[in-house]
């Protein structure tokens, strides 16, 4: 689909929206009634007036702290569309962090959950106005923590309705997305208004969505993926969005999906990921199945099987999951191409708005994160010779304006030439499909010079049914890896052959052992696994669930 806007605005965005799909349904929870496009853009412009009336101006940075949920989106809109700033607050970050964010960004108001409201202790010093996000009632003056509060109440403003609201240019910063939770050290990535829209409208391109479409939302609203990909994007073309309450688990996503019976699912790889090994793979290790299941049209008929019973838990009209965050295991996107599942992966992050890359739907390459979306620039810096591998840079509207109040790092980002600089290593095919090999961070380098990508041997590591996931890194010269394990599967395995907790140990060392030979087996010879260590207990990870690689690689001595 096409879209024109007579400026790259939010506001501009959501009144052609307005205008074409006035009486659908838009936003609900799932087990409610949505509220119509025209009745959000009432809800919208009162939230906008009553910010202007208690003192909101443009510029003004708002936070936004608390569950996925219609106020969520309305709030939002509410503050990008006139001309004050987003600044969305992951609800995992630790109280010290959150507390670092509001501080940094200046922030003047917060709408909060009432479950996140305890972390805004210790911020009595900040001048705050405190909004609820299940009422979007701001707080009665005599509650307030400050004379501030109090003084923006009794003030007057002209601004009262709609029409005399400030509207944001092009140019305006619309959100403030901070990428780390590290207290001194996070980084404010700014997105212009421009920014946003043009990677909304470039990506509807390669997003076959219209207003018959119904979306449930399960990742986190303050992540730039579901923002643009999981709220904007499908706000564009007329989508209903409905919600779950509180905290995704498996089993409120099933019941949700019963009731909303969604064509569109955006999440993140692990989800499907964890379906495939907890609820498919295990149907597969019966000993005629297991035979059969080694061989290619066994094993497709039987995903197939399989596809069908998981869309039909999942309410039935279910037309695609479109992934982002990470990148497919291989043995899960086969599953989905035999199973005939459609999908679509992409890559970006936030400082591109985030969308860079669409998988053509109908076209996906296996492996890879799809082509460009129009009219950006991607290409590899100083791309190795022989492998063509190199760092991934872009630049186009999409690319940030830079971090908030924090000029060296915005300058180690880009290039001279104004290319931003991703940090991820990757190449392109002959036919322009990008693929990622990891982060330049991560690379190890090899007895001969090779590059050994650890994210790569970690994909074919997990292939194995024991190994939920793992981390792999170099020590000392040897190449070695952590994994956690399915206890599950274990318990499983062991009772079919015998064995009791005594012997678990032993049994542990040999999967250990035999998953290492499997991988090893698909890896290049310099790439080799030499030993993997159990990891007692889940991973830590950061609140966009990728693992705190550095807690778990030795120091070398």
Request: proline share 6%; aromatic share 8%.
């Amino acid at each position: 689909m096409i879209v024109n806007v007579e400026k790259m605005t939010i506001h501009h965005l959501m009144q052609r929206s307005f205008s074409l799909y006035a009486s659908l349904p838009c936003l609900a929870f799932f087990d409610e009634k949505a509220i119509t496009y025209a009745e959000l853009q009432k809800a919208m412009n009162a939230l906008s007036a009553k910010l202007a009336s208690l003192g909101v101006e443009p510029g003004d940075r708002i936070g936004l702290l608390g569950d996925n949920c219609p106020n969520w989106t309305i709030a939002y809109l509410a503050i990008t569309t006139m001309a004050a700033v987003a600044v969305p607050i992951l609800p995992g970050f630790p109280e010290n962090d959150i507390r670092h964010i509001i501080r940094h960004a200046g922030c003047k108001a917060i709408f909060i959950g009432e479950k996140y409201r305890h972390k805004l202790e210790e911020l009595a010093s900040v001048p705050l106005v405190v909004l609820s996000l299940e009422t979007l009632n701001a707080e009665d003056a005599e509650k307030s923590r400050s004379s501030f509060y109090a003084k923006l109440l009794q003030k007057k403003s002209s601004k009262a309705s709609a029409a005399e609201l400030p509207r944001p240019q092009e140019q305006d910063l619309a959100a403030i997305i901070y990428t780390s939770g590290t207290t001194g050290n996070s980084k404010g990535v700014m997105l212009s208004q421009r920014n946003i829209v043009f990677d909304i409208i470039h990506s509807i391109e390669r997003f076959p969505i219209s207003s018959a479409d119904r979306f449930l939302s399960i990742l986190p609203l303050s992540h730039a993926f579901e923002t643009t990909g999981g709220m904007l994007c499908p706000l564009t073309v007329g989508v209903s969005i409905y919600y779950l309450k509180g905290v995704p688990t498996p089993q409120k996503l099933l019941s949700a999906t019963e009731i909303v019976k969604p064509t569109g699912i955006l999440t993140v790889p692990l989800v499907v990921d964890k379906i495939y090994r907890k609820r498919i793979l295990p149907k597969m290790q019966g000993r005629l199945i297991s035979r059969l299941y080694r061989r290619p049209f066994f094993r497709k008929r039987l995903h197939k099987i399989a596809g069908k019973k998981l869309i039909k838990s999942l309410g039935g009209s279910l037309r695609f999951f479109m992934f982002g965050g990470a990148s497919l295991n291989l043995d899960v996107e086969t599953f989905l191409q035999d199973a005939e599942i459609s999908y679509s992966s992409g890559y970006g992050m936030t400082e591109t708005s985030p969308i860079m890359t669409i998988n053509p739907f109908g076209a996906v390459k296996v492996g890879s994160c799809g082509k460009p979306i129009p009219g950006i620039e991607l290409a590899i810096h100083q791309p190795n010779p022989e492998t063509g591998i190199g760092e991934i840079i872009v630049r186009g509207d999409i690319v940030m304006q830079g971090y908030y109040k924090n000029a060296d790092a915005t300058a180690a980002s880009f290039l001279p030439d104004g290319w931003l600089r991703t940090g991820d290593l990757g190449y392109f095919d002959s036919e322009g499909y990008l693929f990622i090999k990891g982060r330049s961070k991560n690379v190890i380098i090899g007895p001969s010079g090779e590059n050994i990508y650890p994210e790569i041997i970690e994909q074919v590591l997990q292939q194995s049914p024991f190994i939920m996931e793992c981390v792999v890194y170099s020590h000392r010269g040897r190449l070695l890896a952590k994994a956690y394990l399915d206890s599950d599967v274990l318990d499983q395995e062991m009772s079919k052959r015998g064995l009791d907790s005594s012997g678990s140990a032993d049994f542990i060392a040999q999967v250990l052992e035999e998953c290492r030979k499997a991988a090893n087996r698909e890896l290049p010879a310099f790439s080799h696994v030499q030993q993997i260590l159990e990891h007692p207990e889940p991973f830590e990870k950061t609140p966009t669930n990728k693992v705190k690689r550095y807690l778990y690689i030795p120091e070398e001595n």
